[in-house]
T-cell receptor, first 119, second 109 residues
């Protein structure tokens, strides 16, 4: 399977603990995105990387959240001192910017997500 | 504020019927995407719309984009049960993808 993979698929933790999630993008994709999705809502953008550089972070991303993409391959998202409000599905997506008729586009391919429950 | 609004949010339809889902957005963009999400699963890309007047069709689904009206539609023709899912539109705003809240579609026999 050459799609986007995420690990773990489920994580249950106690409030105050740190958690780390991993995302492996499609190998030839240079962009990697993290989103958060809560029940009944669409994904909310958190941050994105182009190769190893983190180029944009949402205002939603508090100081407790940090993401890395060493060597431009897999990425990790760490949440420190988790709070109950962090409970959500964390989605990773990757893309390779394409061109069609002179127009660039950024079709993102999503992984299965990591469901975080903070007790 | 940059908004993407879908309606309806919930849609229950009979098999064989037609219906349209609407996606309105508030900022200038000529790149819009439609995704499908099944319960407990991730998002699957359906359509990439890149210009005003773009129309794409796949099976019983057809998507269109009007950048002047800042409106995209997803039209369902002769619905079947397999189309039951949540459908999201997403607007590409300079690397920041903004998603609508989704339309939860249920197709009943």
């Amino acid at each position: 399977d050459t799609g986007v993979s995420q690990d773990p698929r489920h994580k249950i933790t106690k409030r105050g603990q740190n958690v780390t999630f991993r995302c492996d993008p499609i190998s030839e994709h240079n962009r990697l995105y993290w989103y958060r999705q809560t029940l009944g809502q669409g994904p909310e953008f958190l941050t994105y990387f182009q190769n190893e550089a983190q180029l944009e972070k949402s205002r939603l991303l508090s100081d407790r959240f940090s993401a890395e993409r060493p060597k431009g391959s897999f990425s990790t998202l760490e949440i420190q001192r988790t709070e109950q409000g962090d409970s959500a599905m964390y989605l990773c997506a990757s893309s390779l910017v394409g061109l069609a008729g002179g127009q660039s586009y950024n079709e993102q391919f999503f992984g299965p997500g990591t469901r975080l429950t903070v007790l | 504020e940059r908004k993407v609004e879908q309606n309806p949010l919930f849609l229950s339809m009979q098999e064989g019927k037609n219906y349209t889902i609407y996606c309105n957005y508030s900022t200038t963009s000529d790149r819009l995407y439609w995704y499908r999400q099944d319960p407990g699963k991730s998002l699957e890309s359906l359509f990439v719309l890149l210009s005003n007047g773009a129309v794409k069709q796949e099976g019983r689904l057809m998507a269109s984009l009007d950048t002047k009206a800042r409106l995209s539609t997803l039209h369902i023709t002769a619905a079947v049960h397999d189309l039951s899912a949540t459908y999201f539109c997403a607007v590409d705003i300079t690397n920041d993808m903004r998603f609508g809240a989704g339309t939860r579609l249920t197709v009943k026999p």
